[in-house]
């Protein structure tokens, strides 16, 4: 999912020739993983559907699905940015402008993929709310950091790009959200830490998170680790 961004980063730096075999190769590999991820949010709106929502301990994994079409929008217009001095006019057509076709090209598409992405962070939010009282901290907290960077970074993207002052005002509140989110999850990380809640036997992805028990049964049980802490 990030070949995309690496191309555009590394095609300013090269010769043209190799710049444009780069930009192929970004599009070419970023759109496999973005048709990957598609197969696998379908079979994750299938599972919801069947089974209903996550366990509150793992409902903030839901904002993973926020990731895969932010990050594709992301790396289109990146590449569509970077396309100028890579093809030269002429190139594949005498008639437009190859570069600028791709770059108004990649600006649709990106706002097509971003509302996708705000489909997924809707939604995401909406059921980590309904359970916002039963949320206790869990690893899976960092998913409400890391696929809503690429989200934020779209979005201020997507702002520039069509000179929406609405769209900066809202990627500016996104950004101020992030920091504020960070620094909560990681408090909370070390709270949990010292509190003994993860990083501790049967407290991690060792311990029964909801749904598919079956795969933990290999682990000892609770009270061989309630054991080996009254010992100590």
């Known amino acids: 999912m990030l070949a995309g961004t690496m191309a555009s980063t590394i095609v300013t730096s090269?010769?043209?020739?190799?710049?444009?075999?780069?930009?192929?190769?970004?599009?070419?590999?970023?759109?496999l993983g973005w048709t990957i991820a598609l197969l696998m949010l379908g079979m994750f709106l299938s599972r919801l559907m069947s089974f209903g929502l996550p366990s509150p301990a793992t409902r903030p994994g839901m904002f993973i699905a926020v990731g895969p079409p932010s990050f594709t929008g992301l790396a289109l217009m990146a590449l569509g940015d970077a396309a100028g001095p890579i093809?030269?006019?002429g190139y594949l057509?005498?008639?437009?402008?190859?570069?600028?076709?791709?770059?108004?090209?990649?600006?649709?598409?990106?706002?097509?993929?971003?509302?996708?992405?705000?489909?997924?962070?809707?939604?995401?939010?909406?059921?980590?709310?309904?359970?916002?009282?039963?949320?206790?901290?869990?690893?899976?907290?960092?998913?409400?950091?890391?696929?809503?960077?690429?989200?934020?970074?779209?979005?201020?993207?997507?702002?520039s790009s069509l000179g929406s002052q609405a769209l900066k005002i809202t990627s500016a509140v996104f950004t101020a959200m992030l920091v504020a989110m960070w620094l909560f999850v990681f408090a909370m990380h070390l709270r949990g830490v010292i509190r003994k809640e993860i990083a501790w036997p049967y407290k991690d992805d060792d311990k029964p998170q909801g749904g598919f028990l079956?795969?933990?049964?290999?682990?000892?049980?609770?009270?061989?680790?309630?054991?080996?802490?009254?010992?100590?």
């Open 87 to 89: 093809w030269p006019p």
């Open 93 to 159: 057509s005498s008639v437009t402008d190859v570069s600028e076709v791709l770059r108004i090209v990649s600006i649709f598409v990106s706002v097509f993929l971003w509302l996708v992405s705000v489909w997924f962070f809707s939604i995401a939010t909406f059921c980590c709310l309904l359970v916002i009282k039963k949320l206790r901290f869990h690893l899976t907290w960092y998913s409400f950091i890391f696929p809503n960077v690429g989200f934020t970074i779209f979005t201020i993207r997507i702002a």
């Open 14 to 31: 090269q010769p043209p020739d190799h710049a444009r075999s780069i930009f192929v190769a970004g599009i070419m590999t970023q759109g």
């Open 214 to 232: 079956g795969e933990f049964q290999h682990y000892p049980p609770k009270e061989y680790y309630d054991a080996i802490e009254k010992s100590n």
